[in-house]
C-alpha cells in the first residue's frame, strides 16, 4: 500500500531562514507526487507537483522540491521564508492505476518576523 | 479560488442525524473527490466520481454515501452520524483531459457533531 511520511510536524523558523520539508513515500511504481499549501483558514492550494522529466520541480512563491528516486523522497525547500508563508505543508503521493492522493500528515511552518 | 465550491461552510449536529455536504467541481471537471480531514486522522481520500460513476473508494464508511448528478456536482451523505465525525470534509475535481491529476481543492465543510 502506499503511504507517505512528514519527519517534522511542527517547524518554527525566523524570516529570511532557509526552509527544507522532508517527505517519504512508499510506492515501488512509477508515482506522481505533489506539495499542497493550506494557509491558516483557506482550503489546500498546489505548490508543486512531479510527474515525470527534471527531478528538480520549481513551483509557486518560490518553493522547489527534488525528486530523490533512489531514497523515495520529494523534498520541499525554500531558500529564504517570508512570515506568509506560515501554512502547513502537506506532501501527496499518486501511484498505480487509481487518481486518489495519499497525503501525509502536514508540517505546521511558523514563521516568526 | 480554486473555482470549486462547498456548501455548507459549517454545520453543526447532533448524534444520529444524517447530513448533506454538496459540491460543484470547476467548470469542464469530469472528477470528483472526497476527503475528510481531522486532527487523528489526517487528510484522508474517501471516495471519487467520475461523469456520475464511482471510480475508487478510499476509507469511507458504510455510514457515507455519496453521488455525482448529471450536471457535475456532488453530494456526499453523512449518516447516523458520530462525535468521530466531526471533521473538515474537502471536495476536490480535476481535468477531465488530463492524467496527471492535478486536484483542485474547495473551501471546505467543517462538520461539527455534538
Known amino acids: 500500500a502506499q503511504s507517505v511520511s512528514q519527519h517534522n510536524h511542527h517547524v518554527i523558523l525566523s524570516e529570511a531562514a532557509s526552509l527544507e520539508l522532508g517527505c517519504n513515500y512508499s510506492?515501488?511504481?512509477?508515482?506522481?507526487l505533489f506539495w499542497y499549501v493550506q494557509y491558516p483558514g483557506q482550503h489546500l492550494q498546489l505548490l508543486l507537483k512531479?510527474?515525470?522529466?527534471?527531478?528538480l520541480v520549481k513551483g509557486i512563491k518560490g518553493f522547489e522540491a527534488e525528486f530523490i528516486k533512489s531514497k523515495f523522497s520529494f523534498n520541499l525547500r525554500k531558500p529564504s521564508v517570508q512570515w506568509s508563508d506560515t501554512a502547513e505543508y502537506f506532501c501527496?503521493?499518486?501511484?498505480?492505476?487509481?487518481?486518489?492522493?495519499?497525503f501525509g500528515t502536514g508540517t505546521l511552518l511558523a514563521v516568526q518576523p | 479560488d480554486s473555482g470549486v465550491t462547498q456548501t455548507p461552510k459549517h454545520l453543526i449536529t447532533a448524534t444520529g442525524q444524517r447530513v448533506t455536504l454538496r459540491c460543484s467541481p470547476r467548470?469542464?471537471?469530469?472528477?470528483v473527490y472526497w476527503y475528510q480531514q481531522s486532527l487523528d486522522q489526517g487528510l484522508q481520500f474517501l471516495i471519487q466520481?467520475?461523469?456520475?460513476?464511482?471510480?475508487a473508494k478510499g476509507n469511507i464508511l458504510e455510514r457515507f454515501s455519496a453521488q455525482q448528478f448529471p450536471d457535475l456536482h456532488s453530494e456526499l451523505n453523512l449518516s447516523s452520524l458520530e462525535l468521530g465525525d466531526s471533521a473538515l470534509y474537502f471536495c476536490?475535481?480535476?481535468?477531465?483531459?488530463?492524467?496527471?491529476?492535478?486536484?483542485?481543492f474547495g473551501p471546505g465543510t467543517r462538520l461539527t457533531v455534538l
Open positions: 476536490a475535481s480535476s481535468p477531465a483531459s488530463s492524467s496527471y491529476n492535478e486536484q483542485f
Open positions: 510506492y515501488g511504481g512509477t508515482v506522481n
Open positions: 512531479y510527474f515525470s522529466g527534471d527531478p
Open positions: 501527496a503521493v499518486k501511484g498505480g492505476a487509481t487518481n486518489k492522493l495519499i
Open positions: 467548470s469542464g471537471d469530469l472528477s
Open positions: 466520481y467520475y461523469n456520475g460513476e464511482e471510480r
